[in-house]
């Protein structure tokens, strides 16, 4: 079973729309999240950081995590052209010099 | 803003021949990372490196890779003997504390 799951779409919506992506995993002791921005050919871009289930806003962007069902998510509301890009999640065991684990990524087209 | 820069953005080699992807890590930061993504798949953990030391690697990583911090500055990933299965993005990334990784824009190698 892979380690962490997520759906790569690719999932296109009008400008304007609320976007879901989400991810799940499989090892309970992942304990710290992120989702990461990622445009073609190019780096990861912190997004979102988060370690407690539930929610946390940040503009436009909500995360939620839901420790019990091993499930994280990401909202986009009032989506923009310019969110256009692939959605990375990833986890990991502790806040220290521990590797991220990525999942393969989910691709969003906003169209206008 | 600090950000982790790489260099060169794209590296083309023969198959055989040793590469070095360059890499300076934010200023502040102690704890680095490669990782690398083959198109299409899954951004992967290699190596990272604490205290002029590997702190952990991935079955990835073995005999033909290194990693070394040559000064204050610079954070290098070499690889031996290139195989025509490296082709792949090179990220690196950095941290301090408990904050997550932020990743550089990343190298393109191409083995031919």
């Known amino acids: 079973q892979k380690e962490v799951e997520q759906d790569p779409g690719p999932l296109s919506v009008p400008e304007g729309a609320i976007v879901s992506l989400n991810c799940t995993y499989s090892n309970s002791a992942f304990q710290y999240f992120m989702w990461y921005r990622q445009y073609s050919r190019k780096g990861p871009e912190l997004l979102m950081y988060?370690?407690?289930?539930g929610n946390k806003e940040d503009g436009r962007f909500t995360a939620q995590v839901d420790k019990s069902s091993k499930y994280i998510s990401l909202f986009i509301r009032d989506s923009q052209p310019s969110d256009s890009a692939t959605y990375l999640c990833?986890?990991?065991?502790?806040?220290?010099?521990?590797?991220?684990?990525f999942g393969k990524g989910t691709r969003l087209s906003v169209i206008a | 803003e600090p950000e982790v820069t790489q260099t060169p953005s794209h590296q083309v080699t023969q198959m055989g021949q040793e590469v070095i992807l360059r890499c300076v890590p934010i200023s502040n930061h102690l704890y680095f990372y490669w990782y690398r993504q083959i198109l299409g798949q899954k951004v992967e953990f290699l190596v990272s490196f604490y205290n002029n030391e590997i702190s952990e690697k991935s079955e990835i990583f073995d005999d033909q890779f290194s990693v070394e911090r040559p000064d204050g500055s610079n954070f290098t990933l070499k690889i031996r003997s290139t195989k025509l299965e490296d082709s792949a993005m090179y990220f690196c990334?950095?941290?301090?504390?408990?904050?997550?990784?932020?990743f550089g824009p990343g190298t393109r190698l191409t083995v031919l």
């Open positions: 990833a986890m990991s065991f502790n806040s220290g010099n521990t590797p991220l684990v």
């Open positions: 988060t370690y407690s289930s």
């Open positions: 990334a950095s941290k301090v504390g408990e904050d997550t990784q932020y």
